[in-house]
């Protein structure tokens, strides 16, 4: 329990930074209001709240991302880690002390993102409850991504990745705006090879009460956070090393 005290200096750093935690929880907000619209006004079905919140949830999670990396990655650009090391924190309690403080945030994004689709028709019910929990292994994933890239790149650099590559990736390839089916191919292939389709469909089936469909997606997205964050902290430990010699 090392790290709770760098978890709580985290969370303070986390919460000083208001603007970027609104975009983070406004924006997501703003497109599902947008396309909610959208479905209103045209006879079709393409945009059905059931359908669309929980691809909104995760799209909204790879905003965390952000977040943790730029964390991490300012805190390397600055003396304050490296007086860090000397302290008897080992690379796990690192990580965990920059990852613990974001996981309540992102449940919290994920509880706002379904209190807005019910004012669109989607029912709060247990469902929903179960498609919450079913978010966190996709918290942990982001989270874990941004992590990577703050072990790696400089704060400017996390930002081009985590901030435009990695949400344009998880919008594209995981269906939250069109059927894979339609376009297919290697693009469908190369979709479900990542972890960002599983996770909208995992949380499809909480939300459906499909619960039987859940977990074929969400080892997918387990299994992926548990990789990534493994390597994330083999990654910090190297740099602890380099870093102290």
């Known amino acids: 329990?090392?790290?709770?005290?760098?978890?709580?200096?985290?969370?303070?750093?986390?919460?000083?930074?208001?603007?970027?935690?609104?975009?983070?929880?406004g924006f997501p907000l703003v497109l599902l209001f947008l396309l909610s619209a959208i479905q209103a006004n045209i006879p079709?079905?393409?945009?059905?709240?059931?359908?669309?919140?929980?691809?909104?949830?995760?799209?909204?999670?790879?905003?965390?991302?952000?977040?943790?990396?730029?964390?991490?990655?300012?805190d390397r650009s600055t003396s304050f880690l490296m007086r860090l090391f000397t302290s008897p924190?080992?690379?796990?309690?690192?990580?965990?002390?920059?990852?613990?403080?974001?996981?309540?945030?992102?449940?919290?994004?994920?509880?706002?993102?379904?209190?807005?689709?019910?004012?669109?028709?989607?029912?709060?019910n247990v469902n929903v409850v179960v498609a919450i929990?079913?978010?966190?292994?996709?918290?942990?994933l982001f989270i874990a991504i941004g992590l990577l890239a703050g072990s790696i790149f400089n704060d400017k650099q996390v930002g081009g990745i985590c901030g435009a590559l990695l949400t344009n990736l998880s919008a594209w390839l995981s269906g939250t705006w069109f059927d894979l089916e339609l376009v297919g191919g290697t693009f469908k292939k190369i979709a479900n090879a990542l972890?960002?389709?599983h996770?909208?469909?995992?949380?499809?089936?909480?939300?459906?009460g499909d619960y039987s469909k859940i977990f074929p997606?969400?080892?997918?997205?387990?299994?992926?956070a548990t990789i990534i964050m493994i390597i994330a902290i083999i990654v910090f430990r190297k740099k602890m090393k380099s870093d102290k010699v």
């Not at 929990?133 to 942990?140: E, M, N, S, T, Y």
């Not at 996770?199 to 459906?208: F, G, I, M, S, Y």
């Not at 997606?217 to 992926?224: A, F, N, Q, R």
Request: aromatic share 14%; with cysteine.
């Open 195 to 197: 972890p960002f389709v």
């Open 1 to 25: 329990m090392r790290f709770l005290e760098f978890s709580s200096r985290n969370r303070k750093e986390i919460l000083r930074d208001p603007i970027n935690l609104a975009f983070g929880i």
């Open 44 to 74: 079709v079905n393409i945009f059905e709240i059931e359908k669309l919140s929980p691809g909104i949830a995760v799209f909204g999670l790879s905003f965390i991302s952000l977040f943790s990396g730029t964390l991490i990655a300012k």
């Open 217 to 224: 997606d969400l080892w997918w997205v387990i299994g992926y």
């Open 199 to 208: 996770a909208v469909d995992a949380t499809k089936a909480a939300v459906a």
């Open 133 to 140: 929990i079913v978010l966190i292994p996709a918290a942990v």
């Open 89 to 124: 924190l080992s690379a796990s309690d690192f990580i965990l002390g920059y990852a613990v403080p974001l996981l309540p945030m992102a449940i919290v994004q994920s509880v706002i993102c379904f209190i807005a689709a019910s004012f669109f028709g989607l029912s709060l």
